[in-house]
């Protein structure tokens, strides 16, 4: 007993002067503080130092010429809410059925760990500065991963809790920072001498949101340097890795929510100290990396930087330190539910090659998203559309898609010649099909069963999504993958199996059959019968799906628009997450023809 006191007494004055050792001699405890700080909405486009016209962003232009540059980084998914459930848990929205924007479907928390919840066992702490989540999943709330303490003097408190992990987002510049509504003070001063991308049409609303957003960006670089400054003014410069991205594309339309470069093309630009220099990226500071980094990499990044136990849940790469893994060859990305906006698109990149796959190749990606109009530049953009005035470059935006998009990102930054056509490219393009389909595998993606369907059959069986999707039983990947790709070849051929396939025992299967006959529009006339009785199935998706077949395939439209506004008072009031979004969709693009 009286050993055990002793022994217990010793331990106690051993933990007291580590801890008092620990915070006189921080910066030599071998474990680096982490700042990492993301601003929203912005696109490497908008960045100075990575080429833009535009903006003015000399904070981050000096960050870079101090640190590491990276010239290849990209979003998996190019808009806020699923980048933040890929950050937060190392796993690929898709891959848990979170990837509808605002929508909280519950994941299985035990199995997929958040990585700050990794760090207290090696020692640190974590915190969110300004405290924006967002994370879009269900069953454990957002805040609650966040250790350190909070409030005012946050600086100062973490300055007593090193070594520690502190997490930020810059929001001055987020898509809203235009919009009139909000009155943020920004300009049209600089319009005459914006340089507006090849697939924007050159009008004054348009040069204004430029305008505006070039201002808010060197508001926005502004910040980032008194949040630096903060950190030296503390003495934590020396001891501290700063990493600044931003969370996706944007903010123009055609960037933020889209697979294309200006939606998904990232700055990343890291900050490492000279005691740090044995995990420097590149030989000297100043210098660009052109690693392909996705941002599924991030939080097992972070974890390795700290010396964390990653969860065998992640699914990213290390792309930096001392456990770096090898660099991968591809970038995989996703588009699902954005808003009101219903889309299904899957994104494959190599460093010079852009693959796309349009699911729903029907619907203009320009189809209408209230929060993309309340800036100027889209419905001026698009009433030049409807008056005919657009250029084919500028008026694709608007117009149904091609099921496949192939770019040379080398030529063609903004990814405006799809050369999915062209024979020199077939063997890339053959490969980049391949890939894509093993992405869609391996990474379990839960995008073909439409949303409603998606929750029920998880429900149906107790599961979550995550579970659901990997239970070939449940959810037969491979099957949707072969047929889905046999109807996007909208070959007429296809007809008689399609019209089977809407009395499947398989919900999914009816849902698909169904949008392969609205794809073959008058050649599938023949499938009348078949489309009135599914417009009766018991999966309020496939009705609606049928619904717009019927008008696709017999020229029904006004009474189909008649039955959508019946479904939409019927629909429940759960905003965004609902059928509801499924119909508006549809509904305005009967509007449109
Ligand atoms: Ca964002």
Redesign the pocket.
């Known amino acids: 007993m009286e050993m055990k006191q002793r022994l217990s007494k010793n331990l106690v004055l051993f933990l007291s002067c580590t801890t008092f050792l620990g915070i006189l001699i921080a910066d030599d405890s071998g474990q680096p503080n982490i700042l990492w700080v993301n601003s ?2 912005n696109g490497a486009q908008w960045l100075s130092c990575y080429g833009s016209p535009n903006a003015k962003t000399p904070n981050l232009d000096k960050l870079a010429a101090e640190g590491f540059r990276y010239t290849h980084c990209y979003s998996n998914s190019a ?2 809410a699923p ?1 933040r459930t890929t950050w937060i848990t190392g796993v690929h929205a898709i891959s848990m059925g979170t990837q509808p924007m605002r929508s909280r479907y519950a994941i299985p928390h035990e199995r997929i760990p958040y990585w700050p919840d990794q760090l207290p066992a090696v020692g640190y702490v974590a915190t969110n500065f300004g405290g924006k989540n967002d994370f879009n999943i269900g069953s454990r709330p957002d805040g609650d991963t966040w250790k350190a303490a909070k409030g005012a003097k946050e600086w100062e408190k973490l300055k007593d809790q090193q070594p520690f992990v502190a997490f930020k987002t810059i929001g001055t510049s ?1 898509e809203s920072a235009p919009f009139p509504s909000k009155n943020r003070g920004f300009t049209d001063k600089d319009a005459h001498k914006m340089v507006l991308h090849p697939y924007h049409p050159d009008l004054q609303p348009v040069r204004s949101t430029y305008s505006k957003y070039a201002q808010a960006m060197h508001k926005m670089d502004r910040e980032f340097g008194e949040l630096f400054a903060e950190l030296e003014a503390q003495g934590l410069r020396d001891s501290t890795i700063v990493i600044y991205c931003s ?2 594309g944007g903010i123009l339309p055609r960037s933020k929510r889209f697979l294309y470069t200006s939606g998904t093309h990232c700055p990343l630009i890291i900050h490492i100290p000279e005691k740090w220099k044995h995990l420097w990226p590149a030989k000297s500071p100043g210098m660009t990396v052109d690693r392909l980094v996705s941002f599924i990499d991030m939080p097992k990044t972070v974890l390795s930087l700290a010396g964390a136990d990653i969860p065998d849940s992640m699914q990213g790469t290390i792309f930096l330190g001392e456990h770096a893994e090898p660099e991968p060859a591809y970038h995989f990305s996703y588009r699902g539910r954005a808003d009101k906006a219903v889309d299904m698109v899957r994104g494959i990149r190599t460093k010079r090659y852009l693959y796309i796959k349009n699911y729903m190749p029907w619907a203009p990606h320009g189809q209408f998203l209230p929060y993309m109009w309340a800036m100027e530049a889209t419905p001026a953009w698009h009433q030049h559309f409807k008056r005919g005035k657009c250029t084919s470059v500028q008026a694709r935006f608007f117009q149904p898609r091609q099921v496949e998009e192939f770019y040379d990102q080398e030529n063609d930054y903004h990814n405006i010649n799809n050369l999915i056509e062209v024979t020199e490219h077939q063997e890339i393009i053959a490969r980049l099909r391949k890939e894509l389909r093993r992405y869609q595998l391996t990474n379990y993606d839960s995008g073909f069963l439409p949303e409603q369907m998606r929750r029920a059959r998880a429900e149906k069986h107790n599961l979550t999504i995550y579970e659901m999707v990997r239970r070939p039983d449940l959810y037969p990947l491979e099957q949707y993958l072969d047929y889905t790709d046999m109807l996007l070849e909208q070959n007429a051929d296809n007809l008689p199996r399609l019209i089977e396939d809407t009395t499947s025992r398989d919900e999914a299967i009816r849902f698909w059959a169904v949008c392969g006959l609205a794809y073959l529009g008058k050649n599938a006339k023949s499938a009348a019968v078949a489309i009135e009785k599914a417009t009766e199935d018991e999966s309020i998706e496939v009705q609606i799906m049928a619904h717009y077949a019927h008008a696709k395939t017999q020229g029904t439209t006004l009474e189909v628009m008649k039955n959508y506004k019946k479904i939409l008072v019927q629909a429940p009031k759960s905003g965004d997450s609902g059928y509801s979004s499924f119909v508006r969709t549809l509904n305005n693009l009967l509007k449109e023809n």
């Open positions: 929203e909405d808009v806020c980048t987020h969370d996706h």
